[in-house]
Nanobody, 118 residues
Framework: QVQLVESGGGLVQPGGSLRLSCVAS????????MGWYRQAPGQERELVGD???????NYGNSVKGRFTISRDNAKNAVFLQMNSLKPEDTAVYYC????????????WGQGTQVTVSS
């Protein structure tokens, strides 16, 4: 099993920046995709961005141009640099890892709160 631990959330003013980190531990296998999702109160969980082991990235439309996802394969870590934050970015952010054939296996972190408010 793969455990994911997120860090870096907090309170930031509109227009500010935050950097989230997530490190995988446990029975580490070759993780194909690592990514970030978020869930605001009363809303469904949505993709923020993900990145393959080869470095290909994919972003949700609402964060394109503001957020950047990166990955350190050697450390089994994924990062999310969030710039130009808006109040609507307020949510719990979850780290996700997928591995196995056709990404059949998945694990989630416990989530970290990001609040954008003046």
């Amino acid at each position: 099993q793969v455990q994911l631990v997120e860090s870096g959330g907090g309170l930031v003013q509109p227009g500010g920046s935050l950097r989230l980190s997530c490190v995988a531990s446990g029975s580490i296998v070759s993780i194909n995709v690592m990514g970030w999702y978020r869930q605001a109160p009363g809303q469904e969980r949505e993709l923020v961005g993900d990145i393959t082991s080869g470095g290909s990235t994919n972003y949700g439309n609402s964060v394109k141009g503001r957020f950047t996802i990166s990955r350190d394969n050697a450390k089994n870590a994924v990062f999310l640099q969030m710039n130009s934050l808006k109040p609507e970015d307020t949510a719990v952010y979850y780290c996700n890892a997928q591995w196995g054939r056709r990404n059949a296996f998945s694990s989630w972190g416990q989530g970290t709160q990001v609040t954008v408010s003046s």
